[in-house]
Every structure is written in C-alpha cells, then in structure tokens.
C-alpha cells in the first residue's frame, strides 16, 4: 500500500479525508508518519524485514566485536555454521561484543531499517497495514480533533491498534516457523525412538 493512501485510509477513521499540503491534516501526518513507522518496526522481529549477513570482526584478536549492519534496526541472533546461537551483547556505539563464540565470522539475523525508510506499506500482510493505519490515526487525532474529542478517538484507535498487533504477530510468527521444516527435537526423538519428524 502507498503512503497516500494508508494516510487517506488513518484520516478515513477519523472522518477526516482531506490530505493535500496547506491543509489542516497535512502537518501531523507528516509529522508522525516517520514516528509511526519506528514503533510498528520495532513492535516485532517481522519476517517482511529480516536479513541475514555474515560479521567479519572489527580485528582479530578475542573478544571479538563486530560492527552492526549497515541497515540494522535490531539483531535477532548470531548463529555459527552448525546454526547454534552465540551469546553475544551490545558493545558500545553500533557495535557489538561476542561472549565465547564458536566462530569469528558469525551469521547475523537481523531486522533491516528498510520499512522506517519507505514510503509503502507491505502488500503481503493486510493484518500489519491495519496495525499501522490504526497506530497513524491513534497518533495523528489529537493534532486533528482536538479537544477530549480527539484524546478519546486516539486511545479507542490505540486498543485497535493493540488488537491488530497481537494478530499481526501472530500471523508472521505462524508465518515463519512455517518456513522452518527442522524440528529442533528431530534428530533426539530420530534416535531414541520410534517417532519419526
């Protein structure tokens, strides 16, 4: 979906349809959209926005500290080639220090900054474009009603909002263990016992 019209779809819930510049709802659109776009990002690991890269170490001498990914919004995990997780934390400013790694070059899931950046919403989830038209008009009501009006019509679209997320995580947590065929039981329950995954 296009920025304009996921603006026109935050404005349509607060009966307002007007979005041109000069306007009234012009300003604290474009105000929030950003700050929308943030706290949706970061409201969940969403697959639509996970990368993974290969860190290569800052020097080579233990601890070992990595940069974050250029694009990085928030690390997941680090795995090594057996795709076991390294214990790791952040170091100082966009870096970070692993603890006992297994590798020096690890693999780094991570969420990528590309949809705080963009101007559409994803067209492969409906539920989390929802989510975020609901949380934009939350944030964008008082600016436009004003008045205990708009506090009112902010906090009812804000528990809408909640509704979306918690379905819209769901739906992509689903979505990506569907993707994930290894039972982490699999090779125990292969070897000690008659049930086969």
């Known amino acids: 979906m296009d920025k304009a019209t996921a603006i026109r779809a935050a404005l ?3 009966g307002e349809r007007n979005f041109t510049a000069q306007t009234a709802t012009h300003s604290p659109v474009m105000e929030e959209w950003k700050h929308a776009l943030l706290t949706a990002s970061a409201a969940h690991h969403w697959t639509f926005t996970r990368s993974v890269t290969t860190l290569q170490p800052i020097s080579n001498t233990p601890p070992y500290i990595y ?32 603890i006992n790694p297994s590798t020096i070059t690890p ?15 994803p067209d492969s ?27 009112s019509l902010s906090h009812t679209l804000l528990q809408e909002a909640s509704l979306h997320l918690s379905e819209a995580r769901t ?27």
């Open 107 to 121: 693999t780094c899931i991570y969420n990528n900054n590309t949809l705080t950046c963009a101007d559409t919403l």
């Open 171 to 197: 739906r992509d947590a689903q979505q990506y263990a569907s993707n994930d065929d290894a039972h982490p039981l699999r090779t125990y329950l292969n070897l000690n016992s008659s049930v086969r995954l």
């Open 67 to 98: 940069h974050y990914p250029a694009d990085c919004l928030s690390i997941i995990q680090l795995t090594d080639s057996a795709n076991r997780r390294i214990t790791w934390r952040p170091y100082s400013q966009n870096t970070i220090l692993t």
């Open 12 to 14: 349509n819930k607060l």
């Open 125 to 151: 989830d409906p539920i989390f474009t929802d989510y975020f038209i609901a949380l934009l008009a939350s944030r964008i009501a008082p600016c436009i009603l004003g008045g205990e009006q708009g506090i």
